[in-house]
């Protein structure tokens, strides 16, 4: 069964803290994907990997960071947390191409407080 | 630029009709199309994909794809109100060298009425 989990389904942060976001998935999966998703905006694209130690930057990078250190793990690092990065986020995973259909964890609800 | 639109809705259909979900992008070059639904709280689920034109179907789901239009759309037949959720229309698009993932539409609300 597919199954992509990230760490934490809540998580409540202050201001100019440093937060790291986990994501695992278990399908072998080359491609991963960070998105964040806010009412009225949709699902928007921040980082995305096709590869162990490889990134690019989606719509909205700004204020992010990532790391894909092994092949089923890739982790979103807020650098300085900021009220405006409170959000859904979701990680997702396909097969290669990049183009395939994509598997959600179940997010992460950020408060920036 | 990339787009892809949907209607936000509300979209309100009576339980046991038909409910017709639509989708249009910006990119000529589209080849992979998804649907996904997502109910409140929860995280995007996949429930069809269509990459030729014309339809596809998969139980009470059908997607249908016109690429000369620049149009995909999703019929639910028999509508039950566990389909009350909010669906995404996912589209590839491309810049460059290849495509950089799916680009997500807004989604479209749908509630069915028992």
């Known amino acids: 069964d597919v199954k992509v989990t990230q760490s934490s389904r809540y998580l409540v942060k202050r201001t100019g803290e440093k937060v790291f976001l986990e994501c695992v998935q278990d399908?072998?999966?080359?491609?991963m994907f960070w998105y964040r998703q806010d009412p009225g905006l949709g699902l928007r694209l921040i980082y995305f990997?096709?590869?162990?130690?490889?990134?690019e930057k989606g719509d909205i990078p700004e204020g992010y960071s990532v790391s894909r250190e092994k092949k089923e793990r890739f982790s979103l690092i807020l650098e300085s947390a900021s009220t405006n990065q409170t959000s859904m986020y979701l990680c997702?995973?396909?097969?290669?191409?990049?183009?395939?259909?994509?598997?959600f964890g179940q997010g992460t609800r950020l408060t920036v407080v | 630029q990339k787009e892809v639109e949907q209607n936000s809705g509300p979209l309100s259909v009576p339980e046991g009709a038909i409910a017709s979900l639509n989708c249009t992008y910006s990119?000529?070059?589209?080849?992979?199309f998804f649907w996904y639904r997502q109910y409140s709280g929860k995280s995007p689920e996949l429930i069809m994909s269509?990459?030729?034109?014309g339809d596809k179907e998969d139980g009470r789901f059908t997607a249908q794809l016109n690429k000369a239009s620049q149009y995909v759309s999703l019929l639910i037949r028999d509508s039950q109100p566990s389909d009350s959720a909010t669906y995404l229309c996912?589209?590839?698009?491309?810049?460059?060298?290849?495509?950089?993932?799916?680009?997500f539409g807004k989604g479209t609300h749908l509630i069915i009425q028992p």
């Open positions: 997702a995973s396909s097969r290669p191409p990049a183009d395939s259909e994509a598997f």
């Open positions: 399908m072998d999966h080359e491609n």
């Open positions: 990997s096709y590869d162990v130690k490889m990134k």
């Open positions: 990119d000529r070059v589209s080849q992979s």
């Open positions: 269509i990459y030729s034109n």
């Open positions: 996912a589209v590839s698009l491309y810049s460059g060298g290849g495509a950089d993932g799916l680009t």
